[in-house]
């Protein structure tokens, strides 16, 4: 093969690789930019076991239904939603429970519980224009537990709030963060599960990805070494 013809190769090849990497290093840039202040999850902390009037145990027998054999329990942690102390319990077949330390009876992340921590946690003056269940992430809720609520209030529609119905986590989305996730999401090519499910798609496009890669390196070497 002439040099010329390599030459051409390299060429378009180098520019596809140049689009893919300039678009990794741009998003790459976008994961690690500081959080906003207001991201933190100040409502869900651990909270002291001292505080509890329930044991664990008894916060256990309660899930278990009268004549039940005892579910296996894979984790117990004491948390402090809100002005709550709640047992989040973790079953070994992958149920996720809460119960109140306190009183015993199992703990719901309710829509107007949801509203509550939010306007708590923002010191929010306002009133929930559309409060919706969402079984899925996408990009205003990229990541997270599921399912969650979203909430959005009157005064400043442009802001999406969510509170997960499994932990009571929130979080806070505005314009900026919603795109430093579309930017972060293009790193491991996340957009392609709009078109298609299948995680093989995108594996496969991060793997050709890396055959560009390799060939643009490799021929680059060969017009560099090759003999004038």
Do not use: C
């Amino acid at each position: 093969m002439n040099v010329g013809t390599m030459y051409k190769i390299h060429k378009w090849i180098a520019v596809t690789a140049g689009i893919f990497l300039l678009t990794w290093l741009i998003s790459g840039i976008a994961m690690i930019l500081p959080p906003a202040a207001s991201e933190s999850n100040e409502v869900v902390r651990v909270a002291d076991y001292g505080s509890a009037t329930v044991s664990p145990a008894q916060a256990i027998a309660i899930l278990t239904k009268s004549g039940d054999q005892a579910p296996r329990v894979t984790r117990v942690q004491l948390r402090r939603i809100y002005d709550r102390i709640v047992y989040d319990i973790v079953m070994e077949a992958g149920g996720y429970h809460l119960v109140d330390a306190q009183s015993g009876s199992p703990f719901t992340i309710s829509p107007a519980l949801a509203n509550e921590l939010i306007r708590w946690k923002y010191r929010l003056d306002d009133d929930p224009s559309t409060i919706k269940r969402i079984d899925g992430h996408d990009g205003n809720y990229p990541w997270g537990t599921l399912p969650a609520y979203r909430i959005i209030y009157d005064k400043n529609p442009g802001v999406t709030y969510h509170v997960s119905i499994r932990d009571g986590t929130v979080q806070r989305s505005d314009w900026w963060q919603r795109l430093k996730n579309t930017l972060s999401s293009l790193h491991t090519f996340e957009p392609v599960k709009l078109f298609t499910t299948r995680d093989a798609a995108r594996k496969g496009l991060l793997l050709l990805v890396g055959i560009i890669g390799i060939a643009t390196a490799l021929t680059g070497y060969y017009l560099a070494i090759r003999p004038a």
